[in-house]
């Protein structure tokens, strides 16, 4: 007789994004308003000009006998392996091409990498936490220790607070709190797992809104962190490819046990359960590298940016506690007057037609706080705050 994996017995009903559409599709049904999305970190700035010249060019190579391409390298084209290598140099970190994975995103390959590990591992996750993390975990059964991040540690929890963890899940820039640890934050991570023999699993997924050196961009620029940590990485946020679907994973040599490699481990998993993401996508992102597009995506980029200080400088404004903004397109901020989150996200949609994201929905330590976004234009931005500090000055 077949068994099901009772472990999803242990999962909420929904994923939390799919429980705010379906609330916002019977709020515009049954009042016909109009809303403004805030909520789900989807992008709306189209593709830079250099990445759709590559797409291009690269689908009028498969339209040709000559330039065809059939299957590719699970792991990626090297060409677009050594331009990742080549943008992290820029950096000050030195990578291999053979340490960099391409993938169809990093919210793939963070829930994937989970194939690697036994299941007798303890996880580490922050809380509030990305719900990838909590729930790919908790499909296997594993024991998880949440690490509280509250307003008096900035949402930035630190190694002192864990109880035991062989894996630690981190974001910096957080999602969904855009808080972003500093190197000498990092540096006590990673220690505390060399400390400990744990990995830590990086998602740098917003690293290319960081905008002052003392905040790393990858968890590489950290002394150590080769030996103890993997980094995923995404071009969904960076420039535009929520739609294309492409980003990378760094998995070092230095990551053994006895006579495993991490490394080869990994690219065994890939070759045998992926078969690499298209040609022509890779071709797009490779023009994400080269001077050009790496200076229309930070156009891009700063257009998000400008949105995320316009919400930021609201907030204060009406003395909305927040954090985030400066180095992210996430705003964490707290709900007025003591106001539940789902309380708050309701009050918003049927009053101000306005989407946010309830921080409950990210765990306990995310009651009363609302997760908002900057990917959308400057004026539905402008029109959003306005409407949200209008609600904050009459509660």
């Known amino acids: 007789m077949v068994k099901f994996n009772s472990n999803y017995k242990n999962l909420k009903p929904s994923y939390l994004f799919s429980d705010i559409a379906r609330r916002v599709s019977e709020h515009v049904a049954s009042t016909g308003a109009k809303v403004i999305r805030m909520d789900i970190g989807d992008v709306t700035q189209p593709l830079s000009a250099p990445i759709v010249d590559a797409l291009i060019a690269a689908s009028q190579e498969m339209g040709k006998v000559s330039t065809f391409r059939g299957y ?124 400990n023999n744990a990995i830590i699993m990086f998602d740098a997924a917003y690293e290319a809104f960081v905008r002052d050196n003392i905040y790393p961009r990858s968890i590489f620029e950290i002394e150590g962190a080769r030996k103890c940590a993997i980094e995923f990485c995404s071009l969904s946020k960076t420039a535009g490819f929520t739609g294309l679907r492409c980003g990378y994973t760094v998995v070092p040599h230095d990551l053994a046990s006895g006579s495993q490699s991490l490394n080869k481990m990994w690219l065994r998993r890939q070759t045998t359960k992926f078969n690499g993401v298209p040609y022509v996508v890779q071709r797009a992102a490779q023009a994400v590298f080269s001077q050009e597009g790496l200076r229309a995506t930070e156009d891009t980029l700063n257009k998000y940016l400008k949105n995320a200080h316009l919400i930021s400088a609201s907030l204060d404004e009406v003395g909305a506690w927040n954090t985030g903004g400066k180095h992210s397109p996430y705003i964490w901020f707290a709900c007025p007057k003591g106001m539940a989150s789902w309380e708050f996200f309701e009050l918003l949609l049927n009053s101000a037609g306005v989407v946010g994201t309830p921080g409950s929905g990210f765990g306990k330590c995310g009651e009363g706080y609302l997760r908002i976004t900057a990917f959308n234009s400057y004026e539905n931005t402008l029109a959003a705050m306005k409407k949200i500090k209008e609600i904050a000055a009459n509660l």
Request: aromatic share 12%; proline share 6%.
């Open 72 to 195: 590719g390298p699970e792991q990626g084209y090297a060409f677009l392996r050594e331009a990742v290598a080549g943008y992290y140099a820029k950096m000050g970190v030195e990578l291999a091409a053979d340490e960099i994975f391409i993938s169809d995103g990093a919210k793939s390959d963070i829930a994937n990498i989970t194939d690697l590990f036994d299941n007798e591992n303890i996880i580490a996750l922050p809380d509030p936490v990305y719900p990838v993390y909590f729930d790919s975990n908790l499909m296997l059964g594993r024991k998880i220790n949440l690490i509280q991040g509250n307003r008096e540690n900035n949402f930035l929890p630190m190694p002192s607070s864990i109880a035991a963890a062989d894996i630690i899940y981190l974001c910096s820039p957080n999602n969904p709190t855009g808080a972003v640890y500093t190197r000498e934050q990092l540096k006590e991570w990673v220690d505390f797992a060399l400390e």
